[in-house]
């Protein structure tokens, strides 16, 4: 079973480029979600979705755009890069909201 | 919204010894408490939780005890090894939020 795939694992951005985080689950899962993970500041929530099509914001929305267009994948858009953005995030799924969250293994990524 | 404390955020402990470390939370809806272990590398992976239904949890070295009135919570690991080193992350939620986490807790097992 492969449960959370994030894809890339590693990734360096110029200041104002953009790009797209891939997660994908295989386990039906309806809740998916996106973290950032600083030193020292914990696992912090970006965005999430409840479901195929919906998306909403959490802690830390600000400069990031996700999308949920198939039940299976969540993605996460940075329009335009800022090295505030450079941190590790990670993709989590559950069967239902507030239950036992499957984290995927992370992206990091450097904005320089 | 919830807010989680947990403490303290790094804790050596001999081989053999017990480790606790501590959270607290805010919103007393707060219904489920799950805690995640973090390897090097890794994404968290769940290694025990309790609902709020419930004041102890016992999984061979782990175990997590709930305090609802003092809305905090904890986790226990006895005869600890060097693979218990990690960073361990606390959580809550409500049900019906996505989960809240502490900042997390450097334990270094040394052998």
């Known amino acids: 079973n492969a449960g959370v795939t994030q894809t890339p694992k590693f990734r360096v951005l110029k200041t104002g480029q953009s790009m797209t985080l891939l997660c994908a689950q295989d386990m039906n899962h309806e809740y998916m979600y996106w973290y950032r993970q600083d030193p020292g500041m914990g696992l912090r929530l970006i965005h999430y979705?409840?479901?195929?099509?919906?998306?909403a914001k959490g802690e830390v929305p600000d400069g990031y755009n996700v999308s949920r267009l198939k039940k299976q994948n969540f993605l996460l858009g940075l329009e335009s890069a800022a090295p505030s953005q450079t941190s590790v995030y990670f993709c989590?799924?559950?069967?239902?909201?507030?239950?036992?969250?499957?984290f995927g293994q992370g992206t990091r990524l450097t904005v320089v | 919204g919830e807010n989680v404390e947990q403490h303290p955020s790094t804790l050596s402990v001999q081989e053999g010894d017990s480790a606790v470390i501590k959270c607290t939370y805010s919103?007393?809806?707060?219904?489920?408490f799950p805690w995640y272990k973090q390897e090097l590398g890794k994404g968290p992976q769940l290694i025990i939780d309790i609902r709020s239904n419930v004041g102890e949890k016992k999984d061979q070295r782990i175990a997590v005890t709930l305090n609802k009135t003092a809305k905090h919570f904890s986790l226990h690991i006895t005869e600890t090894q060097p693979e218990d080193s990690a960073v361990y992350f606390c959580a809550a939620s409500k049900g019906n939020t996505p989960l809240v986490f502490g900042k997390g807790t450097r334990l270094s097992v040394i052998a």
């Open positions: 989590a799924s559950s069967s239902i909201r507030g239950a036992e969250a499957f």
């Open positions: 979705s409840v479901g195929e099509g919906t998306t």
């Open positions: 919103d007393s809806a707060s219904n489920y």
